[in-house]
T-cell receptor, first 113, second 116 residues
C-alpha cells in the first residue's frame, strides 16, 4: 500500500521568512495530495490540495508543488506569521484503498516574532 | 454551516471497559471516515463508510474495534475491552463524495481517549 514520508518533523522560522515542508510517497498511482493544518486541541483543517494533473497550485501565501516523476510534493508558506504556527500534515490518497488518505507524521512549525 | 461534530471531547476509562465514540458528519455528506492519531504520530485510517455500501474496515487494528453508521448519518466507533495502547485522539471526517475527484475530507475536533 501507499507510504508517505514527511520532513522535517520540526521547523522553526522567524516571522516573515518562508517555510518549506516536503513529502514523498511510494505509489505512483496516487492522484490526490492534500495538506492539513492542525492547531492544538482541534481537528485537522484542509489548507490546500493538488491533483496529479497539475504541477503547482497557489492560494495567497500558500503554494504546493508536485513532482510525479520523483514522487514528492512540497508545501511552501511565504511571509510566515505567528498564527501559521501549528502542525502540518501531508497526505496521499491510496489508490487501492478507496478514498482513504495516508498521512505523513506531521511537521510542527513554529513562527517566532 | 455546522461542521463535523464529535462527542465526547474527552473520555477517560479503565482498562478492560468498553467505550463508544460518536460522530455527526456534515449534513448531506455521504462518506464518513474514522482515523486514530497517537501522540506525535500522523493519522491512521481505521474505517470508511460510503452510502449503503459495505464499509471498508481494512484499517481496524483488532476485532475489539467496530463501527456502525445508522441511517447514513451518525456513526459510532466502539472499542471493547480497552487497552492502554488504545489511548489516542480519534478523529472523524466526512466528505461529499460526488466523485473521487471531489473527495475533500472535513475533520471533526476529535475525541481524546485515555485508558488508565
Amino acid at each position: 500500500g501507499e507510504n508517505v514520508e514527511q520532513h522535517p518533523s520540526t521547523l522553526s522560522v522567524q516571522e516573515g521568512d518562508s517555510a518549506v515542508i516536503k513529502c514523498t510517497y511510494s505509489d505512483s498511482a496516487s492522484n490526490y495530495f492534500p495538506w492539513y493544518k492542525q492547531e492544538l486541541g482541534k481537528g485537522p483543517q484542509l489548507i490546500i490540495d493538488i491533483r496529479s494533473n497539475v504541477g503547482e497550485k497557489k492560494d495567497q501565501r500558500i503554494a504546493v508543488t508536485l513532482n510525479k516523476t520523483a514522487k514528492h510534493f512540497s508545501l511552501h508558506i511565504t511571509e510566515t506569521q505567528p498564527e501559521d504556527s501549528a502542525v502540518y500534515f501531508c497526505a496521499a490518497r491510496d489508490p487501492w484503498g478507496g478514498t482513504a488518505l495516508i498521512f505523513g507524521k506531521g511537521t510542527t512549525l513554529s513562527v517566532s516574532s | 454551516g455546522a461542521g463535523v461534530s464529535q462527542s465526547p471531547s474527552n473520555k477517560v476509562t479503565e482498562k478492560g471497559k468498553d467505550v463508544e465514540l460518536r460522530c455527526d458528519p456534515i449534513s448531506g455528506h455521504t462518506a464518513l471516515y474514522w482515523y486514530r492519531q497517537s501522540l506525535g504520530q500522523g493519522l491512521e485510517f481505521l474505517i470508511y463508510f460510503q452510502g449503503n455500501s459495505a464499509p471498508d474496515k481494512s484499517g481496524l487494528p483488532s476485532d475489539r474495534f467496530s463501527a456502525e453508521r445508522t441511517g447514513g448519518s451518525v456513526s459510532t466507533l466502539t472499542i471493547q475491552r480497552t487497552q492502554q495502547e488504545d489511548s489516542a485522539v480519534y478523529l472523524c471526517a466526512s466528505s461529499l463524495l460526488v466523485s473521487s475527484s471531489t473527495d475533500t475530507q472535513y475533520f471533526g475536533p476529535g475525541t481524546r481517549l485515555t485508558v488508565l
